[in-house]
Structure formats: structure tokens, C-alpha cells
């Protein structure tokens, strides 16, 4: 309660503040940007969208605010469209209307945010303060209209395209065999939950040609007869760790557990906790950049389009490795072997282990930020403040990016193969969506020289 009370009361002080002035200052500010993302990323925890669900919801309501700020910059920005090869044109705004295009990108988010999360209308009254604060900022009634009719158009265009990503077929999809062989995933404690999302790989990638255009080398084969199998290094390296963890590597895996739907139990009482997933991590520190970076709105838009693209495709390559592979976690191994009464200091997810998710989905991230901010960006993230967990400081993405692939294994969760080719994995994609997407006007030109 302590935290939405405190994003409330940002969001009413910004609104405040745009009172008896040019309307554009309050419809301009990228901070305002910033707090509708945020805005999104509240209700997709509080409605427990997993990782992998929460990243289409980010992607599709980042790219219609894009599509909306491209249509009206041509000068400096390209639409996505005919770069993501299976987004048809988006339509272009009459000639004769005048539109402010920062505030109809807004609105176009949050209609596309409203329609693929759920409760219906979670953001409704968030528009409607909006639309309010827009009015009382002096905006002219032909410009509002305006707006409002022109983010609705690309909106629906975008949420048009969406439907044909599988999402919906992948919702009544066979549910996943599980087998119980040396080396394969099983369900793990405290939850026993099924294997989430088995089917993600299904769905359509953006940038990627498909789910398996990143390859993965196979990991390890399981092997815990012989002590000196890389395997069997491979488990007790994760249990040595996890019984010797220090205090800073507690805080490390602490602040990077990102466990959206925790369960808690304690003798016969059970409940739950939420956080951010992984990807909505990242897309806090794509805000605490850009802010840092004293991004514009148009710049900050398209930084979070792009990094949520990245997120997105990562997510699809990472999970068809893991299915591929139904590699068995650390946990079930060493409680099978080694030791029954031992724990992973943070909760083992309910799917298979190999590659790392979130090794693979924050350097994909960090490669975007880095390609958009520098090499050398110095910041702080704060996210975790609002779960009571302190900041951390990093000398770049990527230092962030390799700390929270590492925190799986100090976490108990994953091997640091795992980890390791994660990263490398979603650097890869990282590379390889900053390539494709000439976002910027005269970038692919500029490229090619």
C-alpha cells in the first residue's frame, strides 16, 4: 500500500504542475513517459503476469506509442513498420489535423496496455486523468480531439497486428509432460507448480527469424557418479555457494530475484509475495536511464520501444532452450543426492533450468541501453527501494546485466553455465535487434558508410 501511495502521489504532483502553463510543458515532459510505464509495470504485478506474459505486455504498448511519435517526427525517427517484417503500415495522420503527438502517444499506450492486461480498464482512470490535466493545461479542443482520435487508430492497428503473434492459441496448448528421468526438470518446492509457459516458443518474435535463431550449446550431461563430471562440479558448486553465501552476495541475489509470484510458507500458513519480474526490472532501469540521460520524450519512447522489443525476443529464444533441453534444477539434484533438508536462498521457478532467463533478457537489454546511452553510463538502480531492498550502483548495463545473470547462482537456482551462456545469448540478441532496427532517420544510410 506504501508504494502505490507514493507513485500516486508522484503522478498527482506532476499533474499538478502543469497547471497555468503551456500545455505541452506537462504533455512533453518525458517524465510523464516515465510514469505511465510505471504505471503498467504496477498493474502487471499486482495482476501476477509472468515474465514471459509481462513482456508482450510491455512490447505491444511501447510500440504503439513509438509507431505514434515516428508518424510525427519523420525527421529524426522511422516507423517499425516494414522493419519488423510482419507489422503492415501503420496509418498516418490526416494532413489537416493538428495533433500532439507525445500526448496521443500516451494515450495510444495505454489503450494497448489497457487491452492486454487485465482487469479490463485497469488503466481507464489513469486516462482520464490524462485527458483532464491535458484540458486544464490549455490544450485546444481541436488538438485534444485530435489526439485522442489519432492514438486510437494506431492503437487498434496495433492491437490488430497482436492478435496474430499465437498468444491465444498457446492458451489452451497441451500442457507439459513431465517425466521423471536422471537429469530432466521436475516441479520443485514449495509451489510443485506445473511447468510454467511451455509453449512461449510458439510465439512470434519481432526482430528474431525464429525462436531457434540464437543457438545454445548443449549443457553438461548429467553425470553425478563421477565427482569430477563437469556436471557434478556444476551442483556442488551451486551448493558450496549457497552454504557460504556473504552478505553482499545475499543482497545481490535479494535484489535480483524479481520473483513475481512468491510463495511464503511457514509451518501450516502460506501466502504471497509479489516484485517485479525480470523484465519489469529492466524496464525501471530503462526510466532511471533515461532520466539520468535527460532523454526527451521522443528519445525515451524509442529507447523503451526497443528495449522491450529486446526483452520480448529474448524471452522466445530463452524458453525454447529451456524446453529443448529440460535440463533439471540445481535444488532437485542435490536433495536427491546430496542433501534432502537443503534450500536455495531464493525459490526455484517453475520451469526448466537451461539457459538463465534472466541472464539472457537483461544483457539483451543492457546491449539496447548501451547502444542508445554509451558504453560507460554510470547509475543507480533504485527499483527495489519500494520491497524495502537497498540500491545498487553499476558502471555500465552491462556490468548490471552480468551482476543479475551471477545472481541466479549465488540465488541457489541456476549453475553458472547456465548463466554464462545466457548472457551470452542475449547479448547476441541484443546485437542483433540494434542492427535490424533503424529507428532513427538516417541510421540505416549512416550505417551502411
Request: aromatic fraction near 12%; include cysteine; glycine fraction near 6%.
Given at each position: 500500500?506504501?508504494?502505490?501511495?507514493?507513485?500516486?502521489?508522484?503522478?498527482?504532483?506532476?499533474?499538478?504542475?502543469?497547471?497555468?502553463?503551456?500545455?505541452?510543458?506537462?504533455?512533453?515532459?518525458?517524465?510523464?513517459?516515465?510514469?505511465?510505464?510505471?504505471?503498467?509495470?504496477?498493474?502487471?504485478?499486482?495482476?501476477?503476469?509472468?515474465?514471459?506474459?509481462?513482456?508482450?505486455?510491455?512490447?505491444?504498448?511501447?510500440?504503439?506509442?513509438?509507431?505514434?511519435?515516428?508518424?510525427?517526427?519523420?525527421?529524426?525517427?522511422?516507423?517499425?513498420?516494414?522493419?519488423?517484417?510482419?507489422?503492415?503500415?501503420?496509418?498516418?495522420?490526416?494532413?489537416?489535423?493538428?495533433?500532439?503527438?507525445?500526448?496521443?502517444?500516451?494515450?495510444?499506450?495505454?489503450?494497448?496496455?489497457?487491452?492486454?492486461?487485465?482487469?479490463?480498464?485497469?488503466?481507464?482512470?489513469?486516462?482520464?486523468?490524462?485527458?483532464?490535466?491535458?484540458?486544464?493545461?490549455?490544450?485546444?479542443?481541436?488538438?485534444?480531439e485530435s489526439s485522442v482520435a489519432y492514438a486510437d487508430t494506431v492503437a487498434k492497428h496495433i492491437l490488430k497486428w497482436s492478435k496474430g503473434d499465437h498468444y491465444a492459441q498457446t492458451r489452451s496448448a497441451s500442457k507439459f509432460s513431465i517425466k521423471v528421468e536422471d537429469g530432466r526438470w521436475i516441479p520443485t518446492p514449495p509451489m510443485y507448480a506445473q511447468a510454467l509457459e511451455p509453449h512461449w516458443m510458439e510465439i512470434r518474435p519481432m526482430v528474431?527469424?525464429?525462436?531457434?535463431?540464437?543457438?545454445?550449446?548443449?549443457?553438461?550431461?548429467?553425470?553425478?557418479?563421477?565427482?569430477?563430471?563437469?556436471?557434478?562440479?556444476?551442483?556442488?558448486?551451486?551448493?558450496?555457494?549457497?552454504?557460504?553465501?556473504?552478505?553482499?552476495?545475499?543482497?545481490?541475489?535479494?535484489?535480483?530475484?524479481?520473483?513475481?509470484?512468491?510463495?511464503?510458507?511457514?509451518?501450516?500458513?502460506?501466502?504471497?509475495?509479489?516484485?517485479?519480474?525480470?523484465?519489469?526490472?529492466?524496464?525501471?532501469?530503462?526510466?532511471?536511464?533515461?532520466?539520468?540521460?535527460?532523454?526527451?520524450?521522443?528519445?525515451?519512447?524509442?529507447?523503451?520501444?526497443?528495449?522491450?522489443?529486446?526483452?520480448?525476443?529474448?524471452?522466445?529464444?530463452?524458453?525454447?532452450?529451456?524446453?529443448?533441453?529440460?535440463?533439471?534444477?540445481?535444488?532437485?539434484?542435490?536433495?536427491?543426492?546430496?542433501?534432502?533438508?537443503?534450500?536455495?536462498?531464493?525459490?526455484?521457478?517453475?520451469?526448466?533450468?537451461?539457459?538463465?532467463?534472466?541472464?539472457?533478457?537483461?544483457?539483451?537489454?543492457?546491449?539496447?541501453?548501451?547502444?542508445?546511452?554509451?558504453?560507460?553510463?554510470?547509475?543507480?538502480?533504485?527499483?527495489?527501494?519500494?520491497?524495502?531492498?537497498?540500491?545498487?550502483?553499476?558502471?555500465?548495463?552491462?556490468?548490471?546485466?552480468?551482476?543479475?545473470?551471477?545472481?541466479?547462482?549465488?540465488?541457489?537456482?541456476?549453475?553458472?553455465?547456465?548463466?554464462?551462456v545466457g548472457t551470452k545469448s542475449g547479448e547476441q540478441i541484443g546485437k542483433l535487434i540494434v542492427d535490424k532496427l533503424h529507428m532513427k532517420s538516417g541510421q540505416q544510410l549512416n550505417a551502411k558508410r
Amino acid at each position: 500500500m506504501k508504494r502505490f501511495l507514493l507513485v500516486t502521489v508522484g503522478v498527482a504532483i506532476l499533474f499538478a504542475s502543469c497547471k497555468n502553463k503551456d500545455y505541452t510543458t506537462f504533455t512533453h515532459d518525458p517524465a510523464l513517459y516515465r510514469q505511465t510505464v510505471k504505471k503498467l509495470n504496477d498493474i502487471v504485478l499486482e495482476n501476477n503476469f509472468p515474465p514471459m506474459i509481462a513482456s508482450r505486455n510491455y512490447v505491444y504498448a511501447n510500440i504503439a506509442a513509438y509507431e505514434v511519435i515516428a508518424a510525427g517526427d519523420k525527421e529524426h525517427y522511422q516507423t517499425l513498420s516494414g522493419q519488423i517484417k510482419h507489422l503492415s503500415v501503420t496509418p498516418q495522420p490526416e494532413k489537416d489535423k493538428h495533433i500532439d503527438y507525445p500526448f496521443a502517444s500516451l494515450l495510444a499506450f495505454c489503450t494497448v496496455g489497457n487491452a492486454v492486461t487485465f482487469p479490463e480498464g485497469s488503466m481507464d482512470e489513469y486516462v482520464k486523468q490524462l485527458k483532464e490535466k491535458a484540458e486544464e493545461a490549455g490544450m485546444p479542443s481541436d488538438v485534444f480531439e485530435s489526439s485522442v482520435a489519432y492514438a486510437d487508430t494506431v492503437a487498434k492497428h496495433i492491437l490488430k497486428w497482436s492478435k496474430g503473434d499465437h498468444y491465444a492459441q498457446t492458451r489452451s496448448a497441451s500442457k507439459f509432460s513431465i517425466k521423471v528421468e536422471d537429469g530432466r526438470w521436475i516441479p520443485t518446492p514449495p509451489m510443485y507448480a506445473q511447468a510454467l509457459e511451455p509453449h512461449w516458443m510458439e510465439i512470434r518474435p519481432m526482430v528474431l527469424d525464429s525462436a531457434a535463431q540464437i543457438k545454445a550449446p548443449l549443457p553438461p550431461v548429467y553425470n553425478m557418479k563421477d565427482s569430477s563430471s563437469p556436471f557434478c562440479r556444476a551442483v556442488m558448486e551451486v551448493k558450496l555457494m549457497g552454504d557460504n553465501l556473504t552478505k553482499e552476495q545475499k543482497h545481490i541475489a535479494d535484489f535480483w530475484d524479481d520473483n513475481a509470484f512468491k510463495l511464503n510458507v511457514s509451518g501450516h500458513v502460506m501466502y504471497a509475495t509479489k516484485k517485479f519480474s525480470p523484465g519489469g526490472h529492466w524496464m525501471n532501469i530503462v526510466g532511471i536511464a533515461a532520466e539520468k540521460q535527460k532523454a526527451d520524450f521522443n528519445t525515451t519512447v524509442s529507447v523503451y520501444a526497443q528495449a522491450s522489443i529486446a526483452l520480448f525476443d529474448a524471452f522466445i529464444n530463452c524458453w525454447y532452450v529451456k524446453y529443448k533441453t529440460n535440463y533439471v534444477r540445481p535444488e532437485t539434484v542435490i536433495n536427491k543426492l546430496v542433501d534432502q533438508n537443503w534450500k536455495p536462498y531464493i525459490q526455484t521457478p517453475p520451469f526448466p533450468e537451461y539457459i538463465s532467463g534472466h541472464a539472457t533478457i537483461s544483457a539483451a537489454t543492457a546491449e539496447v541501453l548501451t547502444a542508445n546511452f554509451g558504453e560507460h553510463v554510470a547509475f543507480q538502480d533504485t527499483s527495489q527501494l519500494e520491497f524495502g531492498i537497498k540500491s545498487r550502483s553499476f558502471s555500465s548495463f552491462k556490468e548490471a546485466a552480468m551482476e543479475a545473470g551471477k545472481s541466479r547462482v549465488y540465488g541457489g537456482i541456476h549453475y553458472m553455465n547456465s548463466c554464462m551462456v545466457g548472457t551470452k545469448s542475449g547479448e547476441q540478441i541484443g546485437k542483433l535487434i540494434v542492427d535490424k532496427l533503424h529507428m532513427k532517420s538516417g541510421q540505416q544510410l549512416n550505417a551502411k558508410r
